[in-house]
């Protein structure tokens, strides 16, 4: 095992229903149930009714003014819902709520992150550097310079765009880091150059820590269809969808090199996989189309936009070797 995962927080993520009490939960079928953490976004089917995230110890659960959280042994999570009006700029909401889930996990002694996921409205609206999604990025890295986060501290994450009109911003974090990994078929989010805005995305193509027993558990970002920084068949879900399998399994490959584990060098019954389309209708075809690429793994589908307004379809994962 590498070495930057002996001193790592142990988590295990399964579909529920699970034995023991979730330190968060993502219901798919009833997201609006008691302690689920909904996405926002319309559920189109699958195979995964959810996810349950589980650490060491018991349960316990908290709220610091508008911010609720749960704690598990090592591992924190911690939730923040609030008002985002589609026509504003986001800016500023987001710097002020990334430094309050910051300075809360640190005065839990949870200071490192391990997993992010953001869903936002109108995420493509606005013309260059006033798109939404740019002004995201500019606030989160704003807040991120201010508390002292480096690149080397930034971990997995998902970004996308909701109908409903709420920033949902949900962390995990630990007591101790993780390893991250980049993918050495794309440049590093928080390398693109000027064209993609003024900041660039603050995450890390994958998150590593260790899970039951000898097991690796890997936290995939989400992955659309980007090669080096750039954006490959605009307009064409289908090339888009084999350009993700792409990725994926070379972001896999090289996770396997990294941690020493090479049960992680592909999808397998315990992979756990979200995908969002940004049109319904493409739904069926692109998850046959992953089905066939992995087959065994579970796949859940919803309908959301994607970062970049060229992009129609990005997956995320979670998997265990």
Known sequence: MNSKLEAAPRLL?????????????????????????????????????????????????????AIRWGRAGDLLATCLVIDDPPDSDPEARVAEAYRRLIAGIREQGCPHLIRAWNYMPAINRGEGDQERYRRFCSGRAQALEEMAVDEAGLSACTAIGTDEERLRIYLLSARSPALHIENPRQVSAYRYPRRYGPRSPSFARATALRGQGDEVVLSVSGTASVVGHETRHEGDVMAQADEIIANIDTLLDHSAAETGRSGLRSFNPHSLIRVYVRESTDWPRVEGHFRQA???????????DICRSDLLVEIEAVTRA
């Not at 529920?16 to 319309?42: H, K, N, S, T, Y």
């Not at 992995?294 to 959301?304: N, T």
Request: proline share 8%; charged share 25%.
């Open 13 to 65: 993520v399964a579909d529920p229903p699970v034995d023991g009490e979730a330190l968060l939960r993502f219901d798919f079928l009833d997201p609006a149930g008691a302690g689920a953490w909904p996405l926002g976004l319309e559920h189109l089917g699958g195979d995964l009714n959810g996810e349950c995230w589980l650490a060491r110890g018991e349960a316990i659960r908290g709220e610091s003014g």
């Open 294 to 304: 992995w087959p065994g793994a579970r796949l859940a589908g919803f309908r959301g």
